[in-house]
């Protein structure tokens, strides 16, 4: 396991809950004043254009101009609360937005490597497929803490684990081996993870190239016997 700090950070989650219910709320209040004033507006025009009915006309008019006006704000209300809800708080049936990880990059940008790792951990806890904390962690392990053993653990872990299009998937078996090869001085450290590229992926370019590769950094029956 890698080294705690003790304390756990996490964005706060009930200032964002908050924003999302106020923005609904303006909106709401923003429909019902435009649409009520634009039909009270459109209603006095007709009542002074047909006043020369007859004097009923006039509060016949602003009657039937306050039921239009006040049904159809309803209507354009409930509607801009709905547009609100969806625009602002996305129910689980829409397509989610791709999270963003400012707070964990923070600590990262202000030097708290490890608690910039906790946060990241977190995360991935939390059971995202996104490799994107996977490789933060492995690259902040990397090039920040030096701590090159918990590095390839998480490398590994963001090829397993998470969803990885075939570029990303290369770009990082290559810089497990690179790290296990130059930092570790164990290039057969990669040879499990490249066994199962080279077996999840058999027959495509990513699986060809993982396949050659452990047949290089797997250690000879000799190395083996001297190691």
């Given at each position: ?43 006095g025009?007709f ?10 006309t ?28 969806l ?10 937005s791709?999270?963003?990880y ?69 770009l ?13 001085e164990?290039p ?5 993870t490249?066994a ?24 000879t029956?000799?190395?083996?016997q001297?190691?």
């Amino acid at each position: 396991m890698e080294p705690r700090s003790g304390r756990r950070f996490s964005a706060p989650s009930g200032r964002r809950d908050v924003d999302q219910l106020n923005r609904a709320r303006r909106l709401q209040v923003f429909a019902w004043s435009l649409t009520g004033g634009l039909i009270g507006g459109l209603w006095g025009v007709f009542g002074v254009l047909l006043s020369d009915w007859g004097v009923w006309t006039i509060p016949a008019m602003a009657l039937l101009g306050w039921s239009v006006s006040s049904f159809g704000t309803f209507g354009v209300l409930a509607f801009a609360g709905r547009a609100g809800q969806l625009l602002y708080s996305p129910s689980g049936k829409s397509t989610p937005s791709k999270q963003e990880y400012s707070f964990a990059e923070s600590l990262v940008a202000r030097g708290r490597f490890q608690e910039a790792v906790d946060a990241f951990t977190d995360i991935v806890a939390s059971g995202t497929s996104d490799p994107t904390p996977y490789l933060r962690i492995a690259r902040v392990y990397r090039d920040e803490l030096r701590q090159h053993d918990d590095a390839a653990r998480w490398f590994k872990k963001a090829i397993m684990d998470s969803s990885m299009h075939s570029g990303l998937l290369a770009l990082t078996a290559r810089e497990l081996v690179e790290l296990c090869a130059a930092k570790l001085e164990d290039p057969a450290r990669a040879a499990p993870t490249l066994a199962w590229i080279a077996e999840r992926h058999a027959g495509t370019e990513q699986g060809e190239w993982a396949a050659s590769e452990l047949l290089r950094v797997k250690p000879t029956p000799k190395e083996g016997q001297d190691g």
